[in-house]
């Protein structure tokens, strides 16, 4: 029941902001509410305030008595939808997929995949030593298993 209602909840809240997108929303121990939400521009402390207020303001205490937590992915997370990716054209990501695991440059997004670049060293075809080869990788978005932003330190 609280779970429906949230889902409309979130579903007007996010129309009134469509720079802002939910990740995910759970309901643990009866009523505690997490939501962890994004943006195409990222996420700073009035969005999460706006998001948590209209939630409040939808939700009658007395019915439901809940907690509510809001907040953004970290940058640690894992980017889990396609529109996360935008932001972070031009950025280094680490991709897995059930085949195989890919660390480049997030250089173009596709309607249905990312595309990633990087510098390789391989041996020469001929004589010895190793030469620099660019390498890319177009990757469904349906077949990444895990990616995240390499952030550095």
């Known amino acids: 029941m609280l779970e429906d209602k949230l889902k409309?909840?979130?579903?007007?809240?996010?129309?009134?902001?469509?720079d802002l997108f939910i990740i995910d929303f759970k309901i643990v121990?009866?009523?505690?509410?997490?939501?962890?939400?994004?943006?195409d521009n990222g996420v700073v402390v009035e969005d999460c305030i706006y998001i948590s207020r209209f939630v409040e303001s939808q939700l009658d205490r007395d019915e439901y008595n809940f907690s509510l937590e809001?907040?953004?992915?970290?940058?640690?997370s894992?980017?889990?939808?396609?529109?996360?990716?935008?932001?972070h054209l031009g950025r280094v990501l680490s991709v897995k997929t059930q085949q195989e695991n890919f660390e480049g440059r997030l250089t173009?997004?596709?309607?249905?995949?990312?595309?990633?670049?990087?510098?390789?060293?391989?041996?020469?075809?001929?004589?010895?030593?190793?030469?620099?080869?660019?390498k890319s990788v177009d990757i469904r978005f349906m077949d990444i298993t895990e990616a995240k932003v390499k952030v550095k330190i």
């Open 70 to 76: 809001v907040s953004s992915c970290g940058a640690y």
């Open 108 to 134: 173009e997004l596709n309607k249905n995949s990312i595309v990633l670049d990087w510098k390789q060293r391989e041996p020469k075809k001929i004589g010895k030593g190793k030469v620099t080869v660019n």
């Open 8 to 18: 409309k909840i979130l579903e007007d809240c996010f129309q009134n902001r469509n």
């Open 29 to 39: 121990n009866v009523n505690d509410i997490i939501i962890i939400v994004d943006g």
């Open 78 to 87: 894992d980017l889990v939808k396609l529109r996360q990716y935008k932001k």
